[in-house]
């Protein structure tokens, strides 16, 4: 999530808000029935990529899962788009449940290859860890399973519910500790 969706994927949306002036709004994407096709997991509707600076990981990842190689296959400078494509056949192959595992080095070789041309397309300069990060993705995935087997996502959806158990800043842990108990215990 914070590594592939809130690193790399919105670097990469951010370059080409900045340099090609794209624009996209995503609500034309989900009219006339094709929001019920899309998975029960993305609840959020859509967003025009110009708020981009508030896009959840969710969205994040419906964009990079499932919109992307749609909508963005005539908006990009082919080398950017093949590009794109790199990253998100990868990451399909390790959210897969036995394909994480069956084609793992194709996903590293991949991941690998994203990581050198990123350099050649975008600079040396914004190439920072969660780039680097990613060419060792494919072996996470053979130690841990699936990337959502180890994903921060059902955390995340916890953080809401655990922030409404302190009130006050002296103390958070002990508060916690309380709150919840006493939530276990009802």
């Given at each position: 999530?914070?590594?592939?969706?809130?690193?790399?994927?919105?670097?990469?949306?951010?370059?080409?808000?900045?340099?090609?002036?794209i624009?996209?709004?995503?609500?034309?994407?989900?009219?006339?029935?094709?929001?019920?096709?899309?998975?029960?997991?993305?609840?959020?509707?859509?967003?025009?990529?110009?708020?981009?600076?508030?896009?959840?990981?969710?969205?994040?990842?419906?964009?990079?899962?499932?919109?992307?190689?749609f909508?963005?296959?005539?908006?990009?400078?082919?080398?950017?788009?093949?590009?794109?494509?790199?990253?998100?056949?990868a990451?399909?192959?390790?959210?897969?449940?036995?394909?994480?595992?069956?084609?793992?080095?194709?996903?590293?070789?991949?991941?690998?290859?994203?990581?050198?041309?990123?350099?050649?397309?975008?600079?040396?300069?914004?190439?920072?860890?969660?780039?680097?990060?990613?060419?060792h993705?494919?072996?996470?995935?053979?130690?841990h399973?699936?990337?959502?087997?180890?994903?921060?996502?059902?955390?995340?959806?916890?953080?809401?519910?655990?922030?409404?158990?302190?009130?006050?800043?002296?103390?958070?842990?002990?508060?916690?500790?309380?709150?919840?108990?006493?939530?276990?215990?009802?």
């Amino acid at each position: 999530m914070h590594n592939v969706l809130l690193g790399v994927f919105r670097t990469i949306l951010k370059h080409w808000l900045n340099s090609f002036a794209i624009t996209c709004h995503l609500n034309g994407v989900v009219t006339g029935g094709r929001k019920k096709q899309i998975c029960c997991d993305f609840e959020r509707t859509p967003r025009p990529l110009t708020d981009l600076k508030w896009f959840k990981a969710t969205e994040l990842r419906l964009m990079l899962l499932y919109f992307g190689p749609f909508i963005f296959v005539d908006m990009l400078d082919k080398r950017y788009y093949k590009h794109f494509i790199k990253l998100h056949s990868a990451i399909r192959i390790l959210c897969h449940p036995t394909l994480h595992c069956t084609m793992n080095n194709i996903a590293k070789n991949i991941l690998e290859a994203f990581a050198r041309d990123f350099m050649s397309l975008y600079g040396e300069q914004f190439f920072v860890y969660n780039f680097h990060l990613l060419t060792h993705l494919a072996d996470d995935c053979m130690l841990h399973g699936k990337l959502d087997d180890f994903s921060a996502f059902p955390f995340e959806n916890y953080l809401q519910t655990m922030l409404h158990y302190i009130e006050k800043a002296p103390y958070p842990l002990q508060q916690f500790r309380n709150r919840f108990s006493e939530h276990i215990s009802n």
